[in-house]
């Protein structure tokens, strides 16, 4: 069976500065994995994925992760965060295409 | 384009009572979800189908039932409305299981309180 843990429930930190939201996943299999964002009110949003190739990948809003397989681990980073960043971050792994399995979140707060 | 479409967005309902929170895609997908979302909990599985005619049980199934008669659509029916299954629902789809196609778009949600 898989698991997610994101380390940090809440994660405050002010505008312009650099945010790294931590992931740490186990698995016995090889995973595909994700981050989303949840905006307040809304549904979930894909932000990036990790499929397979380069370790490092890009996402929408100028975030990026990296994948590390010896850690098990997949953090999620941007370096001047804004305002309109604030919202739930979830991380997921999916076992090459069964069924995704999510993390509990961490929520993102910028403050002024 | 509307992608995952899910109504009713908010719903009150007695304890006791039924009520079916419906779910529609438009992007052809092959398989569809349906989460509950409670606070600090992530997102568990309920029920999901990864065609028409075949669904199957999630991690939380008990106390829902649901059904996939055609490829866009995926109700979601709760018999017997409990407290415990206030909560924020999400349905979502996805292509398939390999590389790009294995990736969820998820609808905007359903508020449901249970009284």
């Known amino acids: 069976a898989q698991s997610v843990t994101q380390l940090d429930s809440q994660v405050p930190v002010f505008e312009e500065a650099p945010v790294e939201l931590r992931c740490n996943y186990s698995s016995s299999v090889s995973v595909y994995l994700f981050w989303y964002v949840q905006y307040p009110n809304q549904g979930l949003q894909l932000l990036l994925k990790?499929?397979?190739?380069?370790?490092l990948v890009k996402g929408i809003n100028g975030f990026e992760a990296e994948f590390n397989k010896s850690q098990t681990s997949f953090h999620l980073r941007k370096p001047s965060v804004h305002i309109s960043d604030t919202a739930e971050y979830f991380c997921a792994v999916s076992p090459y295409g069964q069924n995704f399995v999510f993390g509990p979140g961490t929520r993102l707060s910028v403050l002024p | 384009n509307a992608g995952v479409t899910q109504t009713p967005k908010f719903r009150i309902l007695k304890i006791g009572q039924s009520m079916t929170l419906q779910c529609a895609q438009d992007m052809n997908h092959n398989y569809m979800y349906w989460y509950r979302q409670d606070p600090g909990m992530g997102l568990k599985l309920i029920y999901y189908s990864v065609g028409a005619g075949i669904t199957d049980k999630g991690e939380v199934p008990n106390g829902y039932n649901v059904s996939r008669s055609t490829t866009e659509d995926f109700p979601l029916r709760l018999e017997l409305a409990a407290p415990s299954q206030t909560s924020v629902y999400f349905c979502?789809?996805?292509?398939?299981?390999?590389?790009?196609?294995?990736?969820?778009?998820f609808g905007a949600g359903s508020r449901l309180t249970v009284l």
């Open positions: 979502a789809s996805k292509l398939g299981q390999i590389s790009g196609a294995n990736v969820l778009t």
């Open positions: 990790y499929l397979s190739g380069s370790t």
